[in-house]
């Protein structure tokens, strides 16, 4: 570095995370006698940070230099830390200053080498070149850049202009027996008691540089095997020498190695139970006086993160683990461990380094100023801060937090302000916590070098502890939980997301429910985990796991169709709640027109006992089934006045939280509905909450769990909040949350999976048919009785169908109410009413003759039987459009003499044999040899013969309308993912709101854009799923075809994957394998390879038709499946999820095959979700097997037409 500094060059000090890099500059600085002054790059980095900001004084823009001209000036050391964060072009804009000490200003001044300078000053005098707005730049300014080896870490390259410029230096950890060193020699800690863990760090890192440099010597195991920060040994030491202190005891070196490395791997769980000694912390063995006690499996997390608190570590701690699992428990008990108050942060999505250390606004006089954040005051205060959804933050962001803990130094985002290093002093007794969701976090070496990490998990005995009071049936449902948990760590992620529905916080809502009104607890949890709208195989799931552990539903009386508004008070369905007092916010409570029907005062009962409990409401369903009137009715009854906001994709957590704009050149922020509702005790109504980001919604999380919330604006809203800034919670204050559910076939994003377990949650479906033929008749009381019973049983049917996955769209009370309204307006006026809603349909010819069905069945031609003027009809003759029935001009369902069949998904009418017989023979001789020739084209085109191309049209016509199901869930799952997002700092597009003074000071960068989100450089790639057919190819198969088609069925179903799959090889792949008497392991056909036409498909089916028909008799299911789980398990790392569907109607007994052991071979692989649908049975055979197999993954389908079905059931629930 000293000859570098000689020959006046830059430098990149290239290396591993960690501090040391750092270290060492500032070490060269101080023996050189040099200031230095370092930039901490991100991917928020712009030029304002780097070259000049722009503020507002007195009413005019000045510009205040930022450290890149201030060391250019003053001869400093710039250092440039975390180069790699700097989003593309953005660094560039010093190649000139690097290469020439060169750079022209904002205010119009221009950077000069001191040579050049020199040589003009000498020339026209120091006057000139003031007037000239020349500057010198310092002959002893240089620019030192620390950066990461990428690709091998994450980001962004370097460019090839800005690296040749640099002078590079590889700087690698330090030797180990200098860590020794320093830990004996600093620490005070023996080499023994460290001695296991260094080395096994060495090891690791070892077998990494080995990898990098000798690619050819890559191993599976080493690239599983993430980067060791080495500099965080010697933090580990310090809370080895803490514990010993306080406990009396030696510390685990196994719990000590975790909290510095948290990665997990067979290579590494087999590295660290070789090397390493088991965790011998005994649980209570030190005591904690805190209320209330901490849980039994949170006393060993105290132990060490107590130590780790306690001593110098320079590093944050990381508590991570999934929903409800007691992080932000343990994150306050440490507050109080500490004797600091606790600040909770709630860190969201594209959260900025700026925004976590101060925000900007104006004083009262116009002028621009920076005000600090609560992570700020924290550090100056000395309070332990809580940054709670660490796993939003954008990896950028953790090299400027890491300075913070590391060095306990960091320049403020004013690019003036600077806390540590001979600025503000950072409090000694300020601790940084981050609270992570497990399922989200995504943990790296960087992030390792910034926090020590602490797994934290709820185990069982924990849940018995809490529960232990609860009523005996709630504690049942602690069961159901632990073993939806159970196998959710299984591999099973949609048991996964059951357990995490049933959260602590949700089983001590339920038990509250059933302890003080009486409630249904099984009604209660099917609520919580929205059974209502779960896919079929996980709402089994969950209804066989609910009667296994005895979880009873309760015999629902009638409801009480009662509501009595009184003085005070108001009756629903039976129970009394207290009404609110008018006020001045009067106008505010909702008013409109509302029908009590059965079903909705019930709901409106379960609603208000849980509004008075104190609960926040999440009241989620499908479209147009009252959410909103139930809601409204609810308000209008209590007198409770409410703030209404409605989001969408837009909405930003400034524009939730508050409303600014400029007046005069003063910012002025107006409270938004939010924050009025908070302030004085009103109720939020939160619409459409699923149309919003979930990053945008997850703000409300600390607000609906503690009472607490920052606001972008500096202000506090909290129960104790007193001060300017603070805004007092009024104790009335309610959120009442309204969303789609999620899945398909709604577009919104899952508010539901982020923050239910905060809410009582209150699922709303279509009300019976009786309730909707009341509701209905209030609507249309002049409409016929008969028409709207049949009506309601209509939709009712559409429905059921909707549920089955035959039609995707949920019909809704909403259409139906439409419908009775435009009959009592309109009477007799059937066609336009039925066409006002099912013309959406129109277009699709499996949906509108599925829907047609339906409507026919109930109310025959009366609805359909005429055509809509000027509209598309059904075509009865005539030349216009091809398909209906046809004439003798265009293609239909043959007509008159039409050439050839075409339907257009309309009901048949039937030629009369006159019309038919008045065709001339000579056009009757032409359509024949039209059709003939339009069929054999056709069939050249795909190079088939006649025969098949009608038995590929006989197998394909029943299942049309699951192909078509099928692909519109993939359509959307590959639309959600290739969604465009919000990209900040442009020079065009949308003004963004979060840089209002930006705007008002005059910079250029102040948009934002939709942009398909191009991934950076070390993200993730994106697998696609993998679906594995294992076919029954037996004898029986085509024995028993004749008796129940069940061959036909298999085939059908499998041509109804190759044709859904079609097109979308990227998002899900899927191969087909068949077993017999012969083989257990023949592909048939590849995941790369799939048919691409007709033809192909086709050659599938007649290959496992003639397999059937002459294999040889017996039966290798168990050999194919464990063949299939074994296979898919060594490729499982490479697609995102790996699922086998094993289709048999082998007799499994018969061959000696128990469902003990064919249910070991479907558990066989955690990562390979297995299904198996039995489509024979001999006796009830199929059914016991079902009912010894684990819930939800079998099925019995004896009537073999209803296979698609069953199989678009399975592939669904996975898909989505």
Partial sequence: MLKKDELRQDMFLIGPPGDYKRRLVNLYAHLTSREIQFLQISRDTTEADIKQRREIVHKSAVFFDQASVRCALGGHVLVLDGIEKAERNVLPLLNNLLENREMNLEDGRHLIPHTRFDALLKEFGADILKSWKLERVHEDFRIIALGLPVPTFKGNPLDPPLRSRFQARNVQNLERDEVVQIIQKVVGVEECKVKKIIDLAYALNFSKEREFKNFEAHSGDVADVPWFVVDNLIGGAAVIKKFEEESGRSASSRAIFKLMYPFKGAKIDKLVSENLDPENIVPGSTAFELSPPPLPSQLESLEILRASVGSNISRGILLYGPQGCGKSTIAEYLGHLTCSSVCVIQVYKDMSVRELFQSRTTDKLGNTIWRFSPLTNALLNGDVCVLDGVENLHHSVFSVIGKLVQDGDVLLPDGVTRIGGGGLKVHPSFRLIGIANSSDLKLTPELTSVFFTKSVEFSGEDLEVLCSGFDPNVRKIVHVGKELAARGEDGDKGCGTLARALSFTQIKRINRGVVAHGRDSYQQVYNACLGRFLPGVERDTLVSLLGKHG????????????????????????????????????????????????????????????????????????QGVGKNKIVDRMLQLVNAPREYIQLHRDTTVQSLTSIQRV???????????????????????????????????????TLAERGEMFLPDGRFIGRNATGDSGIPLHPDFRMIVLANRPGFPFLGNNFYSVLSHLFSVNPVSNPGVEDEVMLLKSYGPDVDDKVVRSLAACFSELRQLSDDGVIAYPYSTREAVHVVKHLQSFPGDMANAFGNVFDFDSWNDENLDTVGGVITKFFGDLAIGVSRDNEWGRSRWGNTWAGGSGGTGTAGLGGAGGPYRLTDGNPV??????????VPPEIR???????????????????????????????????????????????????????????????????????????????????????????????????????????????????????????????????MVMNAFKGFENTVKYDVFVHSGDEFDYQLVGKDS??????????????????????????NTLEATIHGVKDLGKIADDHDDVILLVLSDANLERYGISAKEFARVLTLDNAVKCFCVFIGSLGDQASRMEAELPAGKSFVCLDTSKLPKVIQKIFMTVIE
């Fill in 551 to 622: 979880v009873k539903k309760l015999k629902r009386g009638e409801a009480v169709n009662d509501i009595r508004v009184e003085l005070d008070s108001v009756v629903v369905g039976g129970k009394r709640f207290k009404r609110f007092p008018d006020n001045k916010f009067k106008a505010k409570v909702p008013d409109g027109l509302f029908f009590n029907i059965n079903a909705h005062v019930r709901i409106m009962e379960g609603l208000l006992t849980d509004f008075f409990a104190g609960d926040h409401l999440l009241v989620i369903g499908n």
């Fill in 663 to 701: 007046e005069d050149g003063v910012i002025v922020t107006e409270d938004s509905p939010l924050v009025n509702a908070a302030k004085h005790g009103l109720v939020l109504v939160i619409d459409e909450a699923d149309k919003a980001p979930a990053h945008v919604t997850a703000v409300l999380k």
């Fill in 909 to 918: 009418f039937q030629v009369s044999p006159e019309v038919k017989a008045s």
């Fill in 925 to 1055: 001789l032409m359509a024949r040899d039209m059709a003939r020739k339009a069929f054999e084209e056709k069939l050249k085109e795909l190079k088939m013969s006649k025969y098949d191309g009608n038995v590929y049209e006989d197998f394909i016509r029943p299942i049309r309308p699951q192909i078509q199901s099928l692909r519109t869930v993939l359509e959307s799952l590959q639309s959600n993912a290739k969604e465009r997002k919000w990209v900040k700092h442009q020079t065009s597009g949308e003004f963004d709101d979060s840089k209002l003074i930006e705007g008002v000071v005059g910079e250029k960068n102040i948009y934002r854009t939709r942009k398909h989100e191009k991934p950076e450089v070390g993200d993730p790639i994106v697998k696609p799923k993998l679906l594995r057919l294992l076919v029954d190819c037996s004898g029986s198969m085509y024995r028993f075809n004749g008796y129940d088609r069940r061959m036909d069925r298999t085939l059908s179903s499998l041509l």
């Fill in 1090 to 1115: 799939p048919p691409a036409n007709e033809k192909e498909m086709l050659d599938v089916l007649k290959y496992m038709f003639l397999h059937s028909q002459f294999c040889a008799s017996g039966d």
